[in-house]
């Protein structure tokens, strides 16, 4: 794995702690945030996907690589980080590497999620890692994580459970 230096510790858990903001405003809790190669934040978001309002396809880290790419030029892109508190579903993986994003680090697995998530019909998780779609892309992606699975799971606690 490549390596991970305290900035991404500092980012990540910053994506963390959005994630439990997000869950209290009654969200499913998901948070990412792109970081500019200066270690600025040019965009963060939180899951927006809940029923009935909500958008399924408004995943956070979908809307953060969405708007960084609305933000940055491609090669600034490229030097982005993106940084979201579950690894980017088979979605979202598609959104970074279509927004031209270098780099991601992720808390949770995907694994680690559906541990959490069970069957719940508004999270019906993919078996498929990021690194498996960017892989078969044209444009590298370095990828870290699962990384301080721990912390990113105490979002989750609970908000999984059926009524």
């Known amino acids: 794995m ?6 991404d510790e500092h980012f990540l858990r910053q994506a963390i702690a959005l994630s439990g903001e997000i869950r209290t405003r009654g969200k499913h809790p998901f948070a990412a945030l792109v970081v500019d190669r200066h270690g600025h ?73 559906l541990g959490l998530t069970g069957d719940h019909p508004e999270n019906p998780t993919f078996a498929l890692p990021c690194r498996e779609v960017f892989v078969r892309g044209q444009r590298p992606i370095e990828v870290i994580g699962p990384l301080l699975e721990d912390e990113a799971a105490l979002a989750h606690a609970g908000f999984w459970s059926r009524p």
Do not use: K
Not at 2 to 7: D, E, I, K, N, V
Not at 91 to 98: F, K, S
């Open 2 to 7: 490549p390596p991970f230096s305290p900035q």
């Open 41 to 113: 934040i040019v965009a963060e978001a939180g899951n927006d996907s809940l029923p009935p309002e909500g958008d399924p396809t408004r995943h956070a880290e979908l809307v953060a690589a969405s708007l960084a790419a609305r933000l940055l030029p491609p090669e600034e892109l490229a030097a982005a980080t993106l940084y979201s508190s579950a690894e980017p579903c088979a979605m979202c993986a598609g959104a970074i590497y279509w927004c031209g994003i270098g780099r991601v680090v992720y808390a949770l697995s995907e694994h680690s999620l």
